[in-house]
């Protein structure tokens, strides 16, 4: 099972960040230190990224509560066992229904192993994942940071993470999705660590909580 970093690795990666890149020293200055709270993967973890996309926190729990109601236990066989429509009467659109139903489809069949990514690099699973339909680069790339801990991947089509790189350069205009990557290539092998630092840096600054020594918060667009 994958686990999250524990404190003393994250605190370890942000100091040798933060020597590395003068940009990234003042986000980690102002941000208290982060624990890595890893969700739960496989294809549970999958599904409900599914879920939550382009929609509310609010809007994606109420939809996950209805589903894990419905289904009673979030796996492939439940979700094969329901039709589109009855999925949709869960609160589940119908693209969304049709992408779980041909993930949940395709681990049965063992075209992926969601339950054993971490035996593949992080550029192998990246493309296992992407070969999904309705799973995005962003959406891999969350997927390894968030439910296996995986250090070293960096989802640089984020805009918030953009936002905040933006910030930290101190430059007018927000990094598209292939300079974020080049600029993150500094950061190896600890991108997830410094994404996770600048976006906890990001949510401070919108809270309030953290002040920019010049200019601040521009509105930005959710993520996928």
Known sequence: MPKAPDIEA???ARA???ERDPALARAHAQTPMLEWRLRPGGFEGLFRMIVEQQVSVASAASVW???QAGLGEITPEALLAHDI???RGMGLSRQKSTYGQGIALAQIEGRIDLEHMQTLSDDDAIAALTALKGVGLWTAEAYLMMCEGRLDVFPGGDVALQEAIKWADGTETRPDQKAAYARAELWRPYRAVAT???WA???G???GEIVLAEGGPEPVEPRE
Request: no cysteine.
């Open 196 to 198: 996770h630092l600048l």
């Open 65 to 67: 509560a209805r589903l």
């Open 201 to 203: 840096w990001y949510t």
């Open 10 to 12: 994250i605190a370890t």
């Open 16 to 18: 040798t960040l933060a």
């Open 85 to 87: 429509d009855s999925l």
């Open 205 to 207: 600054v919108k809270r």
